[in-house]
């Protein structure tokens, strides 16, 4: 639960900042606030870490996806190339701009195979959104080399790897976007919220204006006297969000050293199972280290091992089976079964029928099946990795 664990008399103070201006909102009342702008601060220190020239906070990382592929442009007809695991928000964003989600495969990284994304291009391809799944980055040097090729834009999700970083470089600052998400069980959390990067000043504005329907946010004297630029939504994140966030960025760099520690106890525990793999990570180094993946050579050994650890009281996911993070499982998504009757924009005649099949994705389907994931905490007591390293150890005695 990382950023969760945390939660204390920073945060509190951060809070009380905010509540005794009772100013809530994160535009205007700028006497009343008495120089209080958390959202503000948490973006600047956002940027900081990151490295990211621009940054903005929205209400949540499926509202991050929203709204970068809106300011990317991607609209009606257009394709985007999404990999087959995923939190269904990426999907889910993509549809909610009028696109379509292309499905490709993954590979040993569990992220978006780049060699998959030349067999999804297809003229009508305007985007393709890594995910780095479960804190590691995924291979996303080769990804912008091919999206560059293909001219294809390249939005990173990076809601799952708050942090992490690829040779050196912070994940979200790859790609013409990243976004990021706060909600509850992310490395760093606001309760709910997200935010959008990026190094393109054009793509900032554009993701600012829509987020606060179009509020060009230049008058110095009052909101209502704002220019209007183009048609938007209400996406604005709140005070209160910000002061979380900026007490919980300071501890970013702490929650990633402890769950390293962590996850490097327990990977010495499983690492003599003899065909053991752990997950391929490109850049270990850069390791947010909220999960702990490995995989065994067969299916029916992994579900048994699986079951054996359950025994020992150690939770893991084959994600193979999870209803929200795996395409081949969502069968509302295949169904089409969108919140309006119209089942727009499955159902527009212009749109390419694409197909979910699971006999697209042949890395997916074998890793996903023999790989087990585990959740690493920030505080794990010396007494709590113990036990879990006996219990793999009594666990693996069936293998
Ligand atoms: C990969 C991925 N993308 C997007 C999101 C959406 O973030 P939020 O829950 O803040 O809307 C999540 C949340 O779990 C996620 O895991």
Redesign the pocket.
């Known amino acids: 639960m990382a950023g969760a664990e945390l939660i204390g008399k920073e945060e509190i103070k951060e809070v009380m900042d905010v509540l005794r201006t009772g100013v809530l909102a994160r535009y205007a009342f700028d006497k009343e606030r008495q120089g209080i702008w958390k959202v503000r601060d948490f973006e600047k220190a956002f940027a900081k870490y990151t490295g990211a020239k621009y940054a903005l906070g929205v209400t ?3 509202a991050a ?1 929203k709204i970068a592929l809106t300011a990317l442009d991607v609209g009606p007809g257009d394709e985007v190339i999404c990999p087959a695991f ?2 269904m ?2 999907y889910e964003a993509v549809l909610e701009v009028g696109g379509i989600p292309v499905m490709a495969d993954i590979d040993d990284t569990l992220n978006l195979d780049p060699d998959d994304i030349p067999n999804k291009v297809t003229p009508r391809t305007k985007a393709v959104i890594p ?1 780095h ?1 479960c804190g590691a980055p995924a291979r996303i040097d080769k990804i912008i080399k091919t999206a560059k090729k293909h001219k294809i834009l390249v939005l990173e ?1 990076n ?2 790897g708050c942090g992490a970083s690829f040779k050196g470089r912070k994940l979200g600052t790859f790609g013409h976007m990243g976004i990021f ?3 509850h ?1 992310k490395t760093i959390t606001t309760g ?1 919220g ?1 935010l959008v990067i990026t190094n393109d000043r054009d793509l900032y504005h554009r993701a600012e204006w829509y987020h606060d329907h179009g509020h060009d946010h230049l008058s110095p004297v009052s909101r209502a006297l704002d220019g209007r630029t183009i048609l938007g939504f209400n996406y604005r994140m709140n005070e209160i969000q910000g002061a979380l966030g900026l007490a919980q960025i300071r501890k970013l760099d702490r929650v990633i050293a402890a769950q390293r520690k962590n996850k490097a106890a327990i990977k010495e525990a499983l690492a003599p199972i003899p065909g053991l793999k752990f997950r391929a990570i490109p850049d270990p180094e850069g390791d947010s280290a909220t999960f702990l993946g490995f995989n065994l050579p067969e299916e029916e050994q992994t579900l048994a091992f699986q079951k054996a650890l359950k025994a020992e009281g150690i939770d893991t996911v084959r994600f193979k089976d999870n209803f929200w993070h795996y395409v081949p499982n969502w069968e509302h998504f295949l169904a089409k079964s969108t919140a309006n009757s119209k089942q727009h924009p499955f159902s527009d005649p212009r749109n390419r029928k694409v197909a979910y099949s699971r006999k697209a994705i042949p890395h997916a389907e074998d890793l996903l099946g023999r790989t087990l994931i585990m959740g690493m905490n920030v505080k794990m007591p010396a007494a709590k990795i113990r036990a879990i390293r006996k219990g793999i150890e009594k666990a693996a005695k069936i293998l």
């Open positions: 949540s990382g499926s996806l995923t939190f928000a990426t995910v799944m999700d809601a799952q998400s706060f909600d069980y709910e997200g």
